[in-house]
């Protein structure tokens, strides 16, 4: 995954652990990247061995660390750097969901080798929906989970996102039932 995943990674330690923790962590993974460059791409197990010692060194369950990298995701990273392409996304949470399947299209412009997640929508009620979320890569579901609750705080929704079937339990892809109530005043 290109550098910047693993960069909100270590912003997310950082600002919440300190660097000692970081450190730690990369340690633990085995990597001895010293800067991780934003628009660089770097084998997915850099990542995934960075979720897995940060488990490790914070006593955290790999879920926790998803979830909360998922929100970190769009209420910091994407907020903070990528603002003008979130606002795009949509002027609602229901919008911002809707228009997710072309998301990372406009995302793909600025990185051109990424090899983004699909999204569909169905089931698209006035307060609930159903996403379904495609990917080759294992062990994201808590990950979409996080990020579906950032969209929530983002946009002043209270939102929960239930997972109704995972290509982990047998099923082709990972479906979510993601419900909300109006937005707050
Ligand atoms: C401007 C905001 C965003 C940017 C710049 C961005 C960029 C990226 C990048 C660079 C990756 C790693 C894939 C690779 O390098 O090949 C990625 C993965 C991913 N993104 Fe985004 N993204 C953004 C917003 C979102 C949002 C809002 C969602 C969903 C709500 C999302 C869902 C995901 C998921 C689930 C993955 C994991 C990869 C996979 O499932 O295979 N992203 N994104």
Redesign the pocket.
Known sequence: ??G??NKAIEELVVTNFGEDKWEQIKQKAGVEVDVFVSNE?YPDSVTYDLVGAASEVLGAPARDILIAFGEH??LK??ATS?GA??RA?GASLKEFLVN?PN??TR?QM??P?????R?ECSDIGENSLHLH?F???PG?TD??IG??QG?GKLYSTPTTAKVLSTKAGGADHDVFEVSWTSAAA
């Open positions: 995954m290109y910047l995943v791409a995701w769009v990273t994407a990528y392409m979130m996304g997710l998301f990372h995302v600025i990185y080798k990424l090899q983004p997640p999204f979320y990917t080759h890569r994201l990950f979409v990020l579906v969209l």
